[in-house]
């Protein structure tokens, strides 16, 4: 499988969910062997943090990147897992703030805004990463696992029923599925219970019934537009995975198996699989 870039530039603006501030970004194409990398364009210098794990430097509520200088840039995983899930290795995304803006909290607006303008196939070979053995990490109760198998699947369970929410597993296998209609629509979640806690940490002080689906504690939806899916929050968590995994820079071929597990769990799992010798 060849690498691919974006055919030409996109543009978007939007509000990040954290910060509450309006800001915009510039996704442009990129050579062979780029990768993903974000440059801070309200920053003088030092300011290009490349999508990489090891330059995760936060994991509570989003995935945030810093370069060794300190510039940041947070909630990268919705477009991260946008650009793996169409499969493009190579793009140089501009952002003039620390945040990527939430939009409608989910993947569609930029899986729309960067098919509009189409994806061009480079001449080098994909970077393939290949499980050959397992790797597991957790947390308590929430685990994730990496294992042998000749395609990439991610198979997550979740357990909400504490917050009135029935769960079922959910599975997702890449080049058989369709990101785009099976993953990208699922938005961003949140529990009415938890909302005074997260708003006096200082966090999601842009969220909005436009971008989070809030449930109340009989697990039902506060928002006045319905589910996009009757299980939207699983099919998020599943789209959460891809950004995060996007971030071994590699396409990975093997079986991700999950518990509960979020950003931080993604990260360790990074960590430890590309920590090992084989
Ligand atoms: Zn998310």
Same mark, same amino acid.
């Given at each position: !499988?060849?690498?691919?870039?974006?055919? /030409?530039?996109?543009?978007?603006?939007?509000?990040?969910?954290?910060?509450?501030?309006?800001?915009?970004?510039?996704?442009?194409?990129?050579?062979?062997?780029? #990768?993903?990398?974000?440059?801070?364009?309200?920053?003088?210098?030092?300011?290009?943090?490349?999508?990489?794990?090891?330059?995760? /430097?936060?994991?509570?509520?989003?995935?945030?990147?810093?370069?060794?200088? #300190?510039?940041?840039? /947070?909630?990268?995983?919705?477009?991260?897992?946008?650009?793996?899930?169409?499969?493009?290795?190579?793009?140089?995304?501009?952002?003039?703030?620390?945040?990527?803006?939430?939009?409608?909290?989910?993947?569609?607006?930029?899986?729309?805004?960067? !098919?509009?303008?189409?994806?061009?196939?480079?001449?080098?070979?994909?970077?393939?990463?290949?499980?050959?053995?397992?790797?597991?990490?957790?947390?308590?109760?929430?685990?994730?696992?990496?294992?042998?198998?000749?395609?990439?699947?991610?198979?997550?369970?979740?357990?909400?029923?504490?917050? #009135?929410?029935?769960?079922?597993?959910?599975?997702?296998?890449?080049?058989?599925?369709?990101?785009?209609?099976?993953?990208?629509?699922?938005?961003?979640?949140?529990?009415?219970?938890?909302?005074?806690?997260?708003?006096?940490?200082?966090?999601?002080?842009?969220?909005?019934?436009?971008?989070?689906?809030?449930?109340? /504690?009989? =697990?039902?939806?506060?928002?006045?537009?319905?589910?996009?899916?009757?299980?939207?929050?699983?099919?998020?968590?599943?789209?959460?995975?891809?950004?995060?995994?996007?971030?071994?820079?590699?396409?990975?071929?093997?079986?991700?198996? =999950?518990?509960?597990? #979020?950003?931080?769990?993604?990260? !360790?799992?990074?960590?430890?699989?590309? =920590?090992?010798?084989?």
């Amino acid at each position: !499988m060849l690498q691919k870039t974006i055919a /030409s530039s996109v543009s978007l603006e939007g509000i990040g969910v954290h910060n509450g501030k309006t800001c915009c970004i510039k996704i442009l194409p990129a050579p062979e062997d780029h #990768g993903i990398i974000f440059a801070r364009t309200d920053l003088d210098g030092n300011n290009i943090i490349p999508a990489n794990y090891k330059n995760v /430097s936060g994991t509570t509520m989003c995935t945030m990147l810093s370069n060794e200088f #300190g510039a940041s840039v /947070s909630v990268v995983e919705h477009l991260c897992a946008a650009l793996y899930g169409l499969g493009v290795s190579n793009a140089l995304v501009n952002v003039d703030g620390n945040e990527i803006p939430i939009l409608d909290g989910s993947s569609e607006i930029f899986v729309r805004e960067i !098919m509009s303008v189409g994806l061009k196939e480079q001449s080098k070979a994909q970077k393939i990463l290949k499980i050959e053995e397992t790797v597991r990490v957790e947390n308590g109760k929430k685990w994730s696992s990496l294992s042998p198998a000749d395609r990439f699947e991610i198979n997550l369970s979740c357990d909400f029923t504490k917050k #009135g929410l029935k769960t079922t597993p959910f599975s997702y296998v890449f080049f058989q599925d369709d990101f785009s209609r099976k993953i990208a629509p699922a938005r961003t979640f949140g529990f009415l219970e938890d909302v005074e806690y997260i708003r006096k940490n200082n966090f999601a002080s842009g969220s909005s019934l436009e971008n989070t689906v809030v449930f109340d /504690s009989q =697990g039902c939806v506060i928002n006045e537009s319905p589910l996009r899916f009757e299980n939207e929050p699983i099919r998020h968590k599943i789209l959460d995975i891809i950004g995060d995994l996007s971030l071994s820079q590699y396409l990975i071929i093997g079986r991700y198996d =999950g518990f509960c597990s #979020g950003h931080e769990l993604n990260n !360790m799992l990074l960590k430890k699989l590309l =920590g090992h010798k084989s």
